[in-house]
């Protein structure tokens, strides 16, 4: 369903979906992609706030089904991005209008650029703290020469093709060496949870500060994070089904294994111990966090990625490769004098953009939605601005049902009553 009759359209390629014989991503490349998204340091940090706030059983329960559902919202738009085969910024047009969608688009790379600077950053921190476990060396030049490294090592990516990097590297060797990581820490934190008595681990109460429905709206916080990404990936799908259950697949085990592991993590340690320090104390910790850190590149790479379809959709003059080495430059010259800190609130505040945002995308476009060709497409827009409200609101007012569930409830509830309405008019047109 590409958007020829619009000029913009004719002269980019950002617009054409992408033909069949270009489509060789099976089930197993979308679920080595999307499970190795999934691994991240951020996630085990989350999962070990969870555990101590709900207590391990309802902590595994939220785990649970914050993974399985936000990533089903993931496979959702991945599905659409499949059938459609095409990228997220035309999927925004098609349910935005063609001009107004610019505006998400532009914030998307404005984040995207943020959570590759962040990736970058968690790369820098990670591998100073190991050279300083290693060799003793806490030189303040350190993080300035790590961030470069990573930073080259992303821009050097960006030149190579996506598809290759995914089908290549992701699946046959970054993958199964990360999964042999999350096998040796489960192992390594079972064992000292084991010396210290299952029993109690299993039944060890939360603090009380959260609900359990707040719970599983931040595990959701994870996979949303990645609804403006997924579909420039999904589109190279060979099949609907594979495409959906792949991704779906790949990031809710993903999910659910790293938040775990921070339970494990934050119930077998002491009161307030850092992440990064008690991975690096567990046996065999420092090459097992290393493989993760390493494996936080494919996070940058997927978000520079993506930034740079997202840049030659605004500007087709350049080409995805061009704009992904502009991109990873400017990640890196970020990661240079970034705080690790300073960014995550930041990113958590443009996910209020993209939450229902993907509400009203997946309400217009499922079930071969019909896409709009008109420049600003008024209904959908507003209740997009519902559901950044809400998103805000909600929390203030009841703040056990978190702020992502709320906002993508009105804005799939509402999307959905508009293109119900307006399905006759459109019909007679
Ligand atoms: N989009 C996006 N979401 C994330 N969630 C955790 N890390 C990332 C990232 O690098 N990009």
């Known amino acids: ?31 080595a992609l999307w499970f190795s998204l999934g691994v991240g340091l951020l996630v085990m940090q989350i999962g070990a706030f969870l555990g101590t706030a709900l207590g391990t059983q309802t902590a595994l329960f939220a785990i649970i089904a914050g993974s399985l559902l936000g990533a089903a919202l993931l496979g959702w738009v991945a599905y659409i991005g499949f059938q459609r085969g095409l990228s997220s910024p035309i999927l925004m047009c098609q349910t935005l209008g063609t001009s107004f969608a610019k505006l998400p688009v532009i914030l998307n790379i404005i984040q995207l650029i943020g959570w590759s600077a962040f990736e970058l950053v968690v790369m820098r921190d990670g591998t100073t703290a ?29 030149t190579g093709s996506m598809i290759g990097l995914v089908r290549r590297f992701v699946g046959r060797y970054g993958l199964p060496l990360v999964i042999l990581s999350l096998i040796w820490l489960t192992y390594q934190f079972f064992l000292k949870a084991q010396a210290q008595g299952l029993d109690a681990i299993w039944n060890r109460a939360g603090d009380g500060s959260m609900s359990t429905l707040a719970g599983i709206d931040l595990v959701m916080a994870m996979p949303v994070s990645w609804l403006p990404l997924v579909a420039d990936f999904a589109r190279y799908g060979k099949a609907g089904a594979s495409t959906f259950r792949g991704t779906w697949l790949g990031f809710a085990i993903a999910n659910i294994w790293c938040h775990a592991l921070g339970v494990l993590i934050v119930s077998t340690s002491n009161p307030g111990a850092d992440l990064m320090t008690t991975l690096l104390l567990a046996q065999g910790g420092l090459i097992a966090l290393g493989l993760i850190l390493i494996d936080e590149m494919d996070n940058a790479y997927g978000d520079v990625y993506s930034g740079s379809v997202s840049l030659n959709f605004l500007n087709g003059k350049f080409t995805i490769r061009f704009w992904g080495i502009a991109l990873a430059l400017v990640a890196t010259g970020c990661a240079l004098i970034l705080p690790m800190h300073g960014l995550e609130p930041f990113l958590l505040t443009l996910s209020s953009v993209f939450v229902p945002l993907f509400g009203v995308v997946i309400s ?27 998103f805000h609101i909600c929390p203030m007012l009841w703040p056990q049902v978190g702020s992502a569930l709320p906002s993508l409830a009105i804005t799939l509830l509402l999307g959905t009553m508009y293109r119900i309405t307006r399905a006759p008019a459109v019909q007679s047109a």
């Open 364 to 390: 217009q476009l499922a079930k071969q939605g019909r896409a709009t060709d008109k420049a600003v497409n008024i209904v959908p827009v507003a209740i997009w601005l519902i559901g950044i409200t809400a």
């Open 1 to 31: 369903m590409a958007l020829t009759n619009n000029p913009v359209a004719a002269s980019n390629t950002a617009f054409i979906a992408i033909p069949a014989a270009e489509r060789v991503f099976s089930f197993r490349d979308h679920a």
């Open 130 to 158: 190991l050279i300083k476990g290693t060799t003793g060396i806490d030189a303040a030049w350190i993080p300035y020469i790590t961030a470069i490294f990573w930073g080259l090592l992303l821009v050097a990516l960006a």
